[in-house]
Nanobody
Framework: QVQLVESGGGLVQAGYSLRLSCAAS????????MDWFRQVRGKEREFVAA????????VYADSVKGRFTISRNVDQNTVYLQMNNLKSEDTAVYYC?????????????????WGQGTQVTVSS
């Protein structure tokens, strides 16, 4: 079993930054990669960013490219999402999710575990 706990959400003004963290516990070491999704109430959950757990290769949604940076600390089993130049349309609940490390599919169905989510609200 794997547990994911997100933190770092909050309320900020447009143009400011936030850093989200996701700490994993349980049987994750060497088995799972952790990525970020977000969801606006009433809309589908969408992919935000992914990082290869071993090589560190990153992938971003077009909507956040150039503003968000995903990173990981393998020793601490933690993944981060640095969000700069935030916009009102970034307002959402942000989720951390774990997929098998060998998979490069970012469809929701490919993820085995999800965190509880952390709210990010950007005021304009």
């Amino acid at each position: 079993q794997v547990q994911l706990v997100e933190s770092g959400g909050g309320l900020v003004q447009a143009g400011y930054s936030l850093r989200l963290s996701c700490a994993a516990s349980g049987r994750t070491r060497g088995s799972y990669a952790m990525d970020w999704f977000r969801q606006v109430r009433g809309k589908e959950r969408e992919f935000v960013a992914a990082i290869g757990w071993r090589a560190g290769t990153t992938v971003y949604a077009d909507s956040v490219k150039g503003r968000f940076t995903i990173s990981r600390n393998v020793d601490q089993n933690t993944v981060y999402l640095q969000m700069n130049n935030l916009k009102s349309e970034d307002t959402a609940v942000y989720y951390c999710a774990a997929r098998p490390y060998y998979s490069d599919s970012y469809s929701i169905q490919n993820y085995d575990y999800w965190g509880q989510g952390t709210q990010v609200t950007v005021s304009s």
